[in-house]
Each structure stands twice: as C-alpha cells, then as structure tokens.
C-alpha cells in the first residue's frame, strides 16, 4: 500500500489500518475489506474449515476469522492456484462476461 501511495496520492496508508494495526478480521477497516489485494488473498477462503473447531474462513497465521468471506470478483478470475495457497493466479475476464 506504501508503493501505490508513491504513485497514485488518494492512497493513504492510514485508511487500511485500524489503531496503527493492519487487521483482516471482522475489525478490519472498510477500504481494507474492499481492496483488490485482500480479495485476491482471501477469495473463496471462506469457504474453508481449515483447522477443527474453527469457523470457515480462519486464518491460522493470524488467528482469527476472516472479514469478508463471501467475495465476488468482477473482472477477474481465479486461473490457478496451488494446493495449499500459497500461490495465486488471476486473468482478467473476457469482455464479453464484464456485463
């Protein structure tokens, strides 16, 4: 977020963090709950039981439930992606779906 704030000055890092903090749970701030890079890591990860006991959408590197599990892409796709997401691959949509 610092980079893009480099370039483009309406983003600032402040509006993603909660209390200094960067969040992704339910306490997550609203542009943090909407960027494109939150979507691109948390997509259909709300789907997930990860870890017994624990709702969908858990993130066990962070120990808490996700934000936003029910994410819609609207001009992307998910092309790839590794069998424990570690890796993530998304293609833009062809024009014809962008209606």
Do not use: Q
Request: glycine share 10%; net charge positive; aromatic share 12%.
């Amino acid at each position: 977020m610092v980079i893009g704030g480099g370039v483009y000055l309406v983003i600032k890092e402040p509006d993603y963090l909660v209390n200094g903090e960067s969040r992704v749970d339910k306490g997550a701030s609203r542009k943090m709950l909407n960027c494109l890079m939150y979507k691109f890591c948390y997509y259909r990860f709300g789907e997930l039981v990860i870890k017994y006991g624990k709702p969908s959408g858990y993130d066990r590197a962070r120990e808490v439930e996700i934000g936003n599990k029910d994410i819609k892409l609207e001009h992307l796709e998910e092309a790839y992606t590794t069998s424990n997401w570690i890796v993530r691959v998304y293609k833009v949509k062809p024009p014809t779906n962008r209606l």
